[in-house]
């Protein structure tokens, strides 16, 4: 990792309580950084069964490790441009991922409002992603080393003025036993602790759509790609491109959802040849550098874990783009995001549209 001469090395970093960032926030101390720990308190859904909330342990891990440390609310934010975007989005018949929105626009600025004001030139996350550094060029955000903790698809959307101060010391890790070894030998809380698979602000969320967007779940017709009536669905909230499971149909081929059509409250669905997509176009692209080119190939990735395929992009206006698959997707959802990789690297990316 490249580093200008004018190193300073204090950091802020990020933690939430769980064990990657415990480790970040160790790793980072021990390797002589003057650290500054900041815990951001997000919205919750009152039906969280959560026991306490997550600051609740960022700040005892703080105190257990000896450093500054400070909560920043920002619940309204979260509220505002993070959850009611949320359920809107289901309301609409589309599959939103909230933490793309949320990291760049709300978690990163609040660890750089944070830097700036003490002055630090660093912020640190315990993400897995690998972050390379130049004084002679752009930062550039890698894949993980352990691809099966990858996180880099999360993180499309940080532009540079979020990647030149980050440092994510995770990305480098071999396996997340390595990650939860260095926490049991430094007794760091949390060591054992599950991974979380959920929404950090809610276990299941249908039950904030039932909360806040009742109508995303009213029942509804199903019906073929010919129109014709095959039962009823739950509520559209419940649905996305791709699924299989939950239709409560009996037929006599393997039906999944094609689309979802909010203005008629209705599913259609189809045989799996008919989830087959050659192209899609996007809205809200944007870049973790500059665009290379108007037209470009890439790697792309339509879901967070799904394997990465040959595409072209073609961009059209700043936050468009029209994108063509080499060979046909499945499962090609409005409202996820399809990055764009070159090799291991994130190039940037865009939200799959209608």
Same mark, same amino acid.
């Given at each position: ?17 769980? *064990? ?7 790793? %980072? ?10 815990? %951001? ?12 909330? /997550? ?32 359920? #809107?989005?289901?309301?609409? &018949?589309?599959? !939103? ?40 060029? !752009? ?15 999360? %993180? ?7 990647? #030149?101060? %980050? ?24 060591? #054992? ?25 009213? /029942? ?27 239709? &409560? ?51 792309? =990735? ?6 990465? *395929? /040959? ?5 059209? &206006? ?11 997707? =499945? ?7 399809? *990055? ?7 190039? &940037? ?6």
């Amino acid at each position: 990792m490249e580093h200008s001469i004018k190193f300073n090395r204090r950091v802020v970093v990020g933690i939430s309580g769980g *064990v990657d960032s415990a480790v970040t926030l160790a790793f %980072l101390k021990q390797a002589g950084y003057d650290v500054y720990a900041v815990s %951001l308190r997000t919205w919750i859904a009152p039906s969280t069964d959560a026991p306490h909330e /997550p600051t609740e342990d960022a700040g005892a891990l703080a105190a257990l490790l000896n450093v500054p440390f400070e909560i920043v609310d920002v619940r309204e934010r979260f509220y505002e441009e993070i959850i009611l975007p949320f359920v #809107k989005a289901y309301g609409e &018949g589309i599959t !939103p991922n909230p933490c793309v929105r949320c990291n760049p626009s709300l978690k990163f600025d609040a660890l750089l409002k944070v830097a700036q004001q003490i002055e630090a030139n660093w912020i640190a996350t315990g993400h897995y992603a690998q972050i390379i550094h130049s004084d002679t060029g !752009p930062s550039r955000l890698l894949e993980a080393r352990n691809r099966h903790k990858d996180q880099s698809y999360v %993180l499309y959307r940080l532009t540079q003025r979020h990647l #030149k101060p %980050l440092l994510c010391p995770l990305g480098d890790m071999a396996d997340k036993a390595e990650v939860r070894a260095i926490a049991e030998q430094l007794e760091l809380p949390g060591a #054992k602790r599950p991974d979380s698979q959920d929404l950090c602000f809610i276990h299941d969320y249908r039950q904030l759509l039932k909360d806040l967007n009742p109508q995303s779940l009213t /029942p509804g017709p199903i019906y073929d790609t010919e129109g014709i009536l095959l039962g009823e669905h739950q509520g559209l909230g419940h649905y996305t491109v791709g699924q299989r499971g939950g239709l &409560g149909i009996a037929a006599s081929k393997r039906l999944y959802v094609l689309r979802l059509e909010p203005e008629h409250n209705a599913l259609i669905v189809g045989t799996a040849e008919a989830l087959n997509r050659t192209s899609c176009k996007l809205s809200g692209v944007t870049f973790t550098a500059e665009a290379a080119a108007r037209t470009f190939t890439a790697q792309g =990735r339509i879901r967070y874990r799904a394997t990465r *395929v /040959p595409i072209t992009v073609e961009l059209s &206006g700043t936050t468009e783009a029209y994108v063509t698959f080499t060979t046909p997707q =499945r499962g090609v959802s409005p409202g996820q995001s399809l *990055v764009f990789y070159q090799d291991n690297e994130v190039l &940037g990316g865009g939200i799959i549209m209608p």
